[in-house]
Nanobody, 118 residues
Framework: QAQLVESGGGSVQAGGSLRLSCAAS????????MGWFRQAPGKERTFVAS????????RYADSVKGRFTISRDNAKNAVYLQMNSLKPEDTAVYYC???????????WGQGTQVTVSS
């Protein structure tokens, strides 16, 4: 099974930027989409952004539109999340996810902490 490995989390002041990376451990022909989710302390995991593997169409949560950008590198089996104009409410553990065959998010990374201070 392809495993997802995330990197790029950290601490930043409000208004700053971070870039998250996620790489699948092996190429899979069944990759339909990859995405990012986040979970703040005491809250449920919520959708942040996703990108289709073929065609590259993207979706974003309303709370991050205009500030975050998701992109992919098919050759590297990698997906990225560029986060700009970060706010304290963006503080969370960010998880990379993969949707194989278009039937739902079935693979998850271990999560990476993002902390935004005011």
């Amino acid at each position: 099974q392809a495993q997802l490995v995330e990197s790029g989390g950290g601490s930043v002041q409000a208004g700053g930027s971070l870039r998250l990376s996620c790489a699948a451990s092996e190429r899979t022909a069944s990759m339909f989409a990859m995405g990012w989710f986040r979970q703040a302390p005491g809250k449920e995991r919520t959708f942040v952004a996703s990108i289709r593997w073929s065609g590259g169409s993207t979706r974003y949560a309303d709370s991050v539109k205009g500030r975050f950008t998701i992109s992919r590198d098919n050759a590297k089996n990698a997906v990225y999340l560029q986060m700009n104009s970060l706010k304290p409410e963006d503080t969370a553990v960010y998880y990379c996810a993969a949707d194989l065959y278009g039937v739902g998010w079935s693979r998850w990374g271990q999560g990476t902490q993002v902390t935004v201070s005011s």
